[in-house]
């Protein structure tokens, strides 16, 4: 089987948190469940969505803080928190609070851009400001300020028997290392560079200079590089949608093929006015997908991965995903789990 250039070195993935709104505790106990998995497995990293107004996580902090008290050693990953949702002051103090309860294993990731169907919310989420408020990447400056430890106010010291802090408390050291933008276009790599974060690049881009998806992911992961003060050492992580068939039953295999041919055609040509790219979902046996990957330009400038978990599968079809996903595909492309 041949490798990568680097062999992988970290091993994540990822999980949309899916629920019932009858029953929204079972799907996120199997949330739980399948995160206390994986660190048996030996990923590396577990990563969650998110999604508002939807039977989706949408606090991805709390999910994490409650996986934090369920594992020792899986780094724990939001991919990704959509800042136009968020108060930046507010969100540094939950990410740190998560950070120090899961000693020190958060690696929250963002994206920038107005909320989802902003015309619809913003009514509910901005009353008094909807019109004023900044969307770009000023607002994940702000949430890097206050996460590593910049002054937020001009007031600090004792106040009758009440101690006030002039920065975020709890303040967790190394945090702001860890922090990640989820960039799509070659815009938001170079600016995630410029601002020292991590990218995290997933199974969709923006078609500017080229209509050949690993084209463009290679182009954003060399874009972010050249900019970032860690140049070919700055971590960037991708997220491909796989789908290893080894242990499978036959009506699984039926159900994980149906689901791709179903999303093949948008990966054909570019999408809607922001001429999106989507990158084919991979199923098949780990043998197959290895190769594939090995022949994906992106991926041959990445140690590290966030295999996507498909949004409507079963617990029994994660369980099996990533099982075979650990023992069978991420050795196949140069994984080894940490001693």
């Known amino acids: 089987m041949p490798l990568t250039s680097k062999p992988l070195r970290k091993l994540g993935f990822l999980t949309i948190g899916l629920f019932d709104e009858a029953d929204p505790r079972r799907g996120h106990e199997s949330t739980l469940e399948i995160i206390e998995l994986g660190e048996r497995l030996g990923f590396d990293s577990a990563w969650v969505r998110h999604r508002h107004l939807q039977y989706g996580i949408s606090s991805p902090t709390a999910v994490l803080a409650a996986v934090s008290q ?27 609070t998560v950070d120090i309860l899961s000693g020190g294993r958060l690696n ?162 570019p999408q809607g006015p922001a001429r999106m790219m989507f990158a084919p979902d991979l199923v098949g046996t780990s043998e197959d997908i290895a190769e594939r990957l090995t022949s994906h330009a992106a991926f041959r400038e990445v140690e590290e991965v966030a295999f996507a978990l498909p949004f409507t599968f079963d617990h029994e079809d994660y369980v099996q995903i990533l099982t075979d996903i650990a023992g069978r595909l991420a050795p196949a492309l140069g994984w080894r789990p940490a001693p």
């Open 70 to 96: 369920r594992t020792s050693r899986i780094e724990l990953g939001t991919a990704v928190i959509p800042m136009g949702w968020e108060n930046p002051l507010r969100l540094a103090e939950d990410l740190a």
């Open 108 to 269: 929250p990731g963002v994206s920038a851009g107005p909320p989802h169907h902003y015309d619809q919310v913003r009514g509910a989420l901005h009353p008094d400001t909807a019109d004023a408020e900044d969307f770009g990447h000023e607002r994940v400056r702000r949430l890097l300020d206050c996460v590593r430890g910049e002054p937020v106010t001009d007031f600090s010291g004792v106040e009758g028997f009440e101690v006030f802090s002039d920065r975020v408390q709890p303040h967790a050291p190394g945090l702001g290392r860890r922090m990640w933008y989820g960039g799509g276009s070659l815009r938001s790599a170079q600016w995630a560079g410029e601002h020292g974060m991590n990218l995290l690049t997933s199974s969709v881009v923006k078609a500017e200079e080229s209509e050949d998806f690993a084209e463009i992911q290679l182009s954003h992961i060399r874009t972010f590089r050249a900019h970032h003060p860690d140049g070919d050492r700055a971590r960037v992580s991708q997220g491909l949608v796989v789908i290893p068939t080894d242990t499978a039953s036959p009506e699984q295999r039926a159900k994980y093929e149906q689901y791709a041919r179903r999303r093949l055609p948008r990966t054909a040509t």
